[in-house]
């Protein structure tokens, strides 16, 4: 039975939907191909899945009610969900922050819609966020840690994610379950995340920006380890819990927490030349530190994540240098 995947020709849907088609699932991927970030990547990578005969691409808004409803409505037979379409960046929220309304909330809300129209649907997976856990104190993030404080909308429209899947989880007893994911980074990463903003400045000799003046420290997770958790997930449908919701939450982090300075110094080894720093304050709707808690992961879906920085930076260094012919 067929698999739909939003945000296919995204960083995260694009290695999923891979990973699904390797393991010989039919899938459809959408996505809208806006120009948050360069289009060209995302035409890239949706031209490797289009290569597959196992796949279909449609380009849609996941907010377009009619357009979705015309997907369910060709592919009857979808019956799994991963839902990874959503307006991502903290910094680009003190923008347009209507973009987050309208993917992360309106768009939200309209796949559940379609799924629930669409009936048959055995699961469907979402993607959440570290992000949620804004002012949190407490190291690591585990999931009995409040998330009702987010520094920004970013945050917010997240977590809002979260309550809404739990609500129709309850009134409808679809499965869901939510993936918080810790700073992702990896091939064909996106143009907007340090990992790339950091290989391109050096390798081309102009300066990075450490904000906090550098004290920040980030819980890097490597693409690979998040695709066979969100597999894991997938595979695996929520249960209800104690009021009968099948409706469930997971990080999925590396489970270290790294000083930037070392993830730059990484950086700069696979590079061959040294970074040229600035320092700044702490930019508004940023937290100084992230960790994850993935025991709830480790027993429920056997995650273990496998990849140190030490391995995933030159890996995505190479990838870098190879897609940008540097």
Known sequence: MPILVTGAAGFIGFHVARALLDRDEQVIGLDDLNDYYDVALKERRRTILEQ??????????????????????????????????????????????????HANLLGQVTLFEAARAAQGIRHLVYASSSSVY??????????????????????????????????????????????????????????DMSAYLFTKAILAGEPITLFNHGEMKRDFTYIDDIVAGVLAALDRPAQPDETGAPHRIYNLGNHRSEPLKRFVELIEQACGRKAEIQYAPMQPGDVPETYADIEDSRRDLGFEPKTPIDEGIPKFVKWFRDYHKV
Do not use: C
């Open 52 to 101: 597959r005969p196992d796949f279909t691409f449609h380009k849609a808004d996941v907010a377009d009610r009619q357009a979705l409803a015309a997907i369910f409505a060709r592919h009857p037979g979808i019956d799994r969900i991963v839902h990874l379409a959503a307006q991502a960046g903290v910094r680009y929220s003190l923008i347009n922050p209507y973009a987050y309304v």
């Open 134 to 191: 804004g002012d949190s104190t407490r190291l690591p993030f585990a999931l009995d840690d409040p998330a009702d404080r987010p520094r920004s909308l970013y945050g917010a429209s997240k977590r809002s994610g979260e309550m809404i899947a739990r609500s129709y989880a309850a009134m409808f007893r679809l499965p869901f379950t939510g993936l918080r994911f810790f700073t992702v980074y990896g091939p064909w990463g996106r143009p």
